[in-house]
Each structure stands twice: as C-alpha cells, then as structure tokens.
C-alpha cells in the first residue's frame, strides 16, 4: 500500500514508534514511574491540562503509548488504552462506561471470569446481566431492556467456536441506542477487525496471541476517542490497573510477527481438524475452518482466516479425555492458549469446572471435550503426539 495507508503488516512493525534523541532502531523501554518539569511553572501547566506531556507512569508512559498507538492502527481505532490483564480491561470497560442500574445483554459463551465479574461482581454494583445463547438473535433483542446499555460477546467462542454475527448484533445494538462489546482475543485484529463490521468497543487479552509465546499478562481496550480515550481512560488513570512498561514492549514485538503467526496457527490447526476427524472413537470436531461448521460461511465473511483454536469429542467421555492428554508428550496440559507451545485443556473439569452438569450440557461441555491451542510446533509432530494419546 502507498505511504499514507500504509499496510497492516507495515503497521504492525512501525506503527506508534516515536524514536529519541538516540536514534535507537529498536522501541525503548521507559523503566519510570514519573517524568520531571524543567521548573514548578512547568509542573503547574502539565497537572493542569494546559501543557501536554507525561506526569507518572499510571497516566501515561511512552513504551506503554507506543503500544496503544499499534494496537490501536491494527484495530482500526481512534484510541486504544492498555490495562494489566484482559479481565482489567474488560472490567475497566464497564467501570468506565456503566452506572448502577444499567444493564448488560451477554453471550453465554464467553470466558469464565468476564462471566463471574458480570454476575459476582457488577452485579454488586446494581448492574444486571443477561446472558443469551450466542447465535440466537431473537433472544439477544428479547433481552434488551431500557436500562440497557452493553450487548458483549466474543467469537469465536471457547471451546466450541461458535461464531457470532458481527454486524447483525451491532445493527441490533444501535437500534436500541446500546454498543456492542467484542472480545477479539482469538482471531486478533490480524484475522478479524470488529469495529469495521459496526462493533463500537474491541477489549483484549494481551496475555493470548498478542504475546504469542505465554511470557506476560496484559490486556488493551480499542475504540473512539471519546469512550475510550475519556470515560474508559479516565478510570484507568485514576483506578489504576495499567500496563506496565516492561509487558507494553514485549506486546509491541509481539504485534511484529502477530499476522505471520496467526497464518501458521491457523494453518496448523486446520490441517490437525480434518485429521481428527477422520479418526475413530472422536464423536466430533468444532473448527470454524471445516465446512460443516455450523457458521463456517459466516466465519469465511467476518473472518480472513479461522484461528488456532480447536476442541474434539471423543466417545469415551472424560476417561478417553485425560488418557488422551496425559499420552501426549509434545502438548503443554495447561489453560493458556495463543502461545508458541501447544495447549491440551479438558474444560468440563478444568475452564467450565465451576458449572452445574446441568450448565454443562446447557453450554454444550460434554465430559469427553478437549480443546487444543494449536502451536507454532512442525504440525506432523502435533498429529502424531495426538495419535499417541487416541491410541492409549
Ligand atoms: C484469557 C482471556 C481473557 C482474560 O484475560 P487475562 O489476560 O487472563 O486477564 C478474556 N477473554 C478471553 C477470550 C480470554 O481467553
């Protein structure tokens, strides 16, 4: 692309880079809590708001910003504000944004603590929450109320990776003067934008393909300047739970490789879906990628590939489910996902643990469901380490 529109993949290396006085090629980190004024006039104007610039590293912080601005590029955003971990930025969302009395329509695929920050804790605060199946959209417009102000969902979804209609959910949340919400941890702007589908407000999990090897915690909020760069930003600066500088720039090199990364998993896990389907005792694959998947032509749409992620079920319930993940040897058995390691997690016991066998069978968590986090591991390793565990 041309020098003023640059590419995403140009903007994912060089995007928010404000080189010093040193002329470093690589971005700096700034290791500072506070900035100082050159004389007590000068502090006076920057606590004021008169003159521009940094005051303390809870405001602002220059590897911090350059961050924002790449994330914010990538996204397609006026704004982007970085916070201490996904949930930070999930709940710095509503904090920002939210009143008591207010009310939220939610997915009820979605994460396991953006559920128990909804219901636990908002809910202490007077704000309400609905939660609707993911694709039923006569049930998300049922849910609205007047007090309503958010619709969130995220998509894909884990473990199943149902896919959520984008643009029909943020037609159906201005229609009813609320914003639509999207948690885009799994695709990454580098597979799916959501404000250019009509979604108002893009909260990440830094933690995931971000950081793209599991090294770091952190999480980001993108959208207009207003929302974000006032309301949300304002309960930040005040309320505290910012990024530190340190996790800031290894998410910035992280963006460098994001979409080269995205590729590979999404390639490997592709590969890996149409094998675990053709082998025996597994009962069924969910990869947005396969053509039967329910919402695969609605993921060709949204999507510019199908992810990393993919969850099995095998007919031997939870048995053949751990003997499989304690038979591999390549896969990490561990929750997180979106790193260079594959991941190997049982979520009826583990992620989904917490809910009723009734909840269970209501989310569609059978005791014999496995999800994998494909990896940037050769992808014939993958396959053979998962033979290993089908054959135990
Ligand atoms: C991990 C995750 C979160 C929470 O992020 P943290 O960085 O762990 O706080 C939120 N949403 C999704 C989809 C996640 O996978």
Redesign the pocket.
């Known amino acids: 692309m041309s020098d003023d529109h640059p590419g995403f993949d140009t903007r994912a290396v060089r995007a928010g880079q404000h080189r010093t006085a040193e002329q470093e090629h690589s971005e700096p980190i700034f290791p500072t809590s506070s900035y100082v004024f050159g004389s007590a006039a000068e502090a006076a104007a920057r606590f004021s708001g008169e003159q521009p610039g940094n005051i303390y590293s809870r405001f602002t912080n220059p590897t911090v910003r350059t961050f924002e601005e790449r994330l914010a590029s990538l996204e397609g955003g006026e704004r982007c504000v970085a916070t201490a971990?996904?949930?930070?930025?999930?709940y710095a969302t509503c904090a920002g944004l939210l009143a008591g009395g207010d009310h939220i329509v939610s997915s009820r695929s979605?994460?396991g603590?953006?559920t128990l920050l909804f219901t636990n804790f908002l809910g202490k605060f007077g704000i309400g929450t609905s939660f609707v199946p993911q694709n039923d959209l006569a049930a998300w417009e049922a849910s609205i109320r007047p007090q309503t102000r958010l619709l969130f969902l995220?998509t894909p979804s884990?473990p199943l990776t149902e896919v959520a209609d984008i643009r029909a959910l943020a037609e159906l949340a201005h229609r009813h003067d609320c914003l639509l919400v999207v948690?885009n941890?799994?695709c990454t702007p580098a597979l799916q934008q959501p404000l250019a589908l009509g979604a108002d407000i893009v909260?990440h999990?830094?933690?995931?393909y971000i950081d793209g090897q599991g090294r770091c915690?952190?999480?980001a909020v993108v959208g207009d300047a207003g929302r974000v760069g006032q309301e949300i930003y304002g309960f930040l600066r005040t309320c505290g739970p910012t990024m530190s500088p340190f996790n800031a720039w290894v998410f910035l090199k992280g963006l460098e490789t994001l979409s080269l990364r995205m590729r590979a998993h999404s390639a490997s896990a592709a590969a890996l879906a149409r094998w675990l389907r053709e082998q025996p005792g597994v009962q069924r694959v969910y990869y947005p990628g396969l053509e039967d998947h329910p919402q695969h032509e609605l993921a060709s749409r949204q999507q510019s590939d199908y992810g990393g992620i993919l969850s099995f079920e095998l007919a031997g319930g939870r048995e053949a489910a751990w003997r499989l993940i304690d038979a591999t040897r390549v896969c990490s058995i561990t929750a997180n996902?979106g790193d260079a390691k594959t991941t190997i997690t049982h979520p009826a016991t583990t992620t989904h643990g917490r809910l009723t066998p009734e909840q269970r069978a209501e989310a569609g968590i059978a005791d014999g469901l496995v999800r994998v986090a494909v990896g940037l591991e050769d992808v014939d390793d993958l396959r053979a380490d998962l033979a290993r565990g089908l054959d135990a």
């Open positions: 971990s996904g949930m930070a930025a999930i979605i994460f603590s953006t995220e884990n948690d941890c799994f909260v999990s830094a933690t995931k915690v952190g999480g996902l």
